[in-house]
């Protein structure tokens, strides 16, 4: 065959998979001259200036502002607006959060409702950052929705917005509103909206169940629809939430949406306006603004629907198609490998012992391939510790993700070549299709909505397979047909690698080698036009190596790329003595100014938490939290617990398990929660408030039966300035997303008994 069928193949795959990455775009941000009636991505930005340029946690004096200004311009706009101030509750394993919430709630009558369509996000950001992108770009497109709305006709339906307090630490302000407000008990539709990066295409990754109204309306809707029903199903097997969830479990049905690119800023202080993407912000607020025009003025009745669909896009289309077809699909692939088999044989072109061996050994490349890419991180935290607390969200990741791809590449070569002569092109090209028309039936049953990756792929890839052998035509019309299954390959899973790269990081990358060695799986039958040698297996893992060492050269930390530290000042109340405490694996040279070793007999009973490095610190003058017992009788403690001027947050450690634990905090009501299992790496049971009163809060706390209880009461106050000798970090440093970093703790210990009154000894 001549060269120039090969080079238009290789062509043709090159060109299938960066047009489809291409197509994976943000849109162009439009200025504050676009017309009145369309969303204007600068516009909302001068919303977005005027609150998130500052951490703003629950609790905090610049959340009170953004709450402030928020409600402000929704009134401004003529909405029926109210602050929902209520208490919010979450439990996880071994803890209790509760947390004191301001939601902005605001309504717009419909002129003839069918329903509500509730818009969501929320307005507080990390205690680390300014939270432009999580969730500021959300909010403020709320309001620039709002102004393109009223410059309209006005919507049919009843339009809420949401602006939630107290996400970031447990969808507290979505979880009091669906208990104590009465539009959250209401139900409708929902649209949320998040972000865990700073730029990216805005992608629905998340539906209720039963969506295929929804997503038929999202298709049609939106100017410039993105993300897959893969997506959808990945999220729901993570333990990840936002505030789609409260929100959905009370009876919404709706989508969620979040752009994720550059997430090696999420929760940090590069969170801002800044390094956002206006065209990010353009790409959620176009689709806000055209998915609340459509829903307001739809019948919500209609919406209904009995299954889920299938969505995604290729070659610049969104196609969809009912879950009904799913488990068609996937057996009609396995059929379709079966009769490649089955002409394979008849043709003398495999025997079943090699087809065997070909599917069994295919297992091997798959697992090499996450293995190395699982020991490529290893190696970059090893040459690199920094690294580590970064959570495998680095700065510019390219590099090592083109290594990574390399690194599959190898491995599928190294099994192709090396069975080639004894096993035959057939048999290894049906083995490999095995696994990708087995991993789309068992996602057909687990996992409808990602099955597509799978056994699309397969079931063109046998087809073609099927045609190129059969049919007597040109080499040229074989050539086509042998590229059919890698130009689908191509369409699918090389976006989907880069999504979980966005999204999970380097750190779990072996994910992504995974659905990179299934696509070279899926391309491997063009290796017998090319009559690869082993050369290129060699050249596969040079170019891996040099790639680690071109993002090793790239992805050094800068002011505008920062490393991570974490750093905290603990003080012990009763005997002053105070430490400096890390949770870094490897401080960095900043960090070495105020821990020196990892002794941990210094800090107060109850503190620690996983393994720290310590460093002598000076005491200050601060009262600390306060507990007073009102009742103890060996299972139920009820206690007032306040945290000391100018604290934020209180948290309380107990050295037994709690299984319910409950609050009042005044005027702002009261939440329960029962709690399971316990607390890792400290004690057992935990308690935390945020934005606590000064008047403190009533807390009751059920446990297991003992003779005495021990609790370590732990105020927060955000900030290390405070601290005499403080320096503040360089430039290439910021605070590290641990929660219990850059605060000063002022702890001090309780031991009760039944019938235990006031403070007891240590």
Known sequence: MSTKPKLAVLAVLVMVIVLTAMADSTMQPLPASAPIGEFSAERALGHLREFATEPRPVGSPAGDRARDYLAGKLRAEGLQVE??????????????????????????????????????????????????????????????????????????????????????????GAEAFVRRHPLGRGGGVLLNWEARGVRGPSLMFETSRNNARLVEMFAGAVPAPRGDSSMVELYRLLPNNTDFTPLTRAGFTGMNFAYIRGSSLYHTAGDSIANLDPGSLQHHGSNMLAMTRALGGTDLRTLTSDHDVTYFRAFGVMITYPGTAVLPLAVLALLAVAALVVYGRARRLLTLPRLAVATVSAVLPLVVSVVLAQGLWEL????????????????????????????????????????????????????????????????????????????????????????????????????????????????????????????????????????????????????????????????????????????????????????????AYVMDADTRAARWVSADPEPAEWTRRYVTGRDVTALPPGYARGSLWTGPAPAIAVDGPRVAVSAYDGTTLRMRVTAGKGARSVTLRLDRPITWAGVSAGRFGQANVPVTGERAGTWPGEIRFRGIPAQGVQVTVRLTPAEQVRVIAISETDGLSRVPGFVPRPAELVAATREDGDLVAITRGYTLRPDSRGAGAR
């Open 380 to 567: 970059l935290v090893g040459l690199r510790p920094a690294y580590d607390t970064m959570g495998g969200l680095l700065h510019r990741p390219l590099a090592f993700e083109g290594s990574i791809v390399a690194l599959s590449a190898f491995a599928v070569l190294c099994w192709y070549l090396s069975l080639r002569r004894r096993l035959g092109p057939v048999a290894l090209a049906a083995g490999g299709l095995f696994w990708l028309a087995g991993l789309g039936a068992l996602c057909a049953w687990f996992a409808p909505g990602a099955a597509f990756l799978f056994t699309l792929p397969a079931l063109t890839g046998a087809l073609g397979a099927l045609a190129a052998l059969v049919t007597g035509a040109p080499a040229w019309v074989r050539v086509a047909a042998t590229t059919l299954g890698p130009v689908t390959a191509g369409a699918l899973l090389p976006s989907l690698a880069w999504n979980v790269f966005d999204g999970m990081g380097l750190a779990l990358g072996g994910v992504g080698a995974l659905v990179l060695a299934l696509f070279w799986l899926g391309v491997s039958p063009l290796a017998e036009l090319f009559r690869l040698g082993r050369a290129v297996p060699l050249t596969a893992a040079v170019l891996a190596l040099a790639l680690v060492g071109a993002g090793l050269v790239t992805d050094g930390f800068d002011a505008g790329r920062p490393g991570r530290t974490h750093l």
């Open 83 to 172: 602050v929902q101030r209520a208490v919010g509750a979450r439990p996880a394993s071994g803890l209790a959060t509760f947390g004191q919430v301001d939601n902005v709630v605001a309504k717009l009558p419909g002129t003839d409702p069918t329903g509500t369509v509730l818009i969501a996000a929320h307005y507080d950001s990390a205690a680390m950052g300014p939270g432009a992108s999580d969730d500021g770009t959300a909010v403020a497109a709320m309001i620039e929705t709002v102004r393109a709305l009223r410059a309209g006709t006005g919507p049919r339906n009843d339009v809420v917005l949401l602006m939630s307090d107290g996400e970031e630490d447990g969808v507290l």
